[in-house]
């Protein structure tokens, strides 16, 4: 897989996958013997992966606010 579907692959992911996917990068980060090159390109994979999961979060909350502002407009027409 070319970089550059790595990142469309990156953009694509799902909030689960990504967590998934950064779990096991720190699980093989902890626990076992891995070269500093290995290391290094799976800590830049990990932060790419942590991006998309704040990128994931900040798109849910910003629906649930509109979703909240909706319910209060609602609400003040009602009364």
Same mark, same amino acid.
């Given at each position: @897989? /070319? !970089?550059? %579907? $790595?990142? +469309?692959?990156?953009? %694509? @992911?799902?909030?689960? %996958?990504?967590? &998934?996917?950064?779990?096991? *990068?720190?699980?093989?980060? #902890?626990?076992s013997? *891995?070269?500093? +090159? +290995?290391? =290094?390109?799976?800590?830049?994979?990990?932060? &790419?992966?942590? %991006?998309?999961?704040?990128?994931?979060?900040?798109?849910?909350?910003? !629906? =649930? #606010? !509109?979703? &909240?502002?909706?319910? $209060?407009s +609602? &609400?003040?027409?009602? /009364?």
């Amino acid at each position: @897989m /070319t !970089k550059e %579907n $790595k990142a +469309d692959d990156l953009d %694509n @992911m799902s909030f689960e %996958n990504a967590i &998934k996917e950064l779990e096991a *990068i720190v699980e093989e980060l #902890e626990g076992s013997e *891995i070269s500093l +090159d +290995d290391a =290094v390109s799976a800590y830049e994979r990990g932060a &790419k992966l942590k %991006n998309i999961c704040q990128k994931r979060l900040d798109e849910a909350r910003l !629906k =649930v #606010e !509109k979703i &909240k502002d909706f319910d $209060k407009s +609602d &609400k003040a027409l009602e /009364t």
